[in-house]
Nanobody, 117 residues
Framework: QVQLVESGGGLVQAGGSLRLSCAAS????????MGWYRQAPGKPRELVAV???????NYADSVKGRFTISRDNAKKMVFLQMNSLKPEDTAVYYC???????????WGQGTQVTVSS
């Protein structure tokens, strides 16, 4: 069983920072692409950031310049550094990992991020 577990969410004031972590366990293979999605109440799930195994990253326009995604392939972890947080960043954040040869995406359970004004 492959599992992804997020951590680092919490309550923070607007303008503050949080660092989310996601750790993979239960597999002998590595993920190809990894990323972060988020979902706010009453809104659809949206892509926040993705990163390839080689370190190439892409971001949603709403977070570009404020968030940074990174990964540690040896530790099978992916991170999301969130700076200059805004109330509209409030959502449940989900970690994902892609295994290309299986055409399969794996998902974490989510971690709550709440930004107060």
């Amino acid at each position: 069983q492959v599992q992804l577990v997020e951590s680092g969410g919490g309550l923070v004031q607007a303008g503050g920072s949080l660092r989310l972590s996601c750790a993979a366990s239960g597999s002998i293979f590595s993920f190809n692409g990894m990323g972060w999605y988020r979902q706010a109440p009453g809104k659809p799930r949206e892509l926040v950031a993705v990163i390839s195994s080689g370190g190439s990253a892409n971001y949603a326009d709403s977070v570009k310049g404020r968030f940074t995604i990174s990964r540690d392939n040896a530790k099978k972890m992916v991170f999301l550094q969130m700076n200059s947080l805004k109330p509209e960043d409030t959502a449940v954040y989900y970690c994902t990992g892609r295994v290309d040869f299986l055409s399969r995406d794996y998902w974490g359970q989510g971690t709550q991020v709440t930004v107060s004004s």
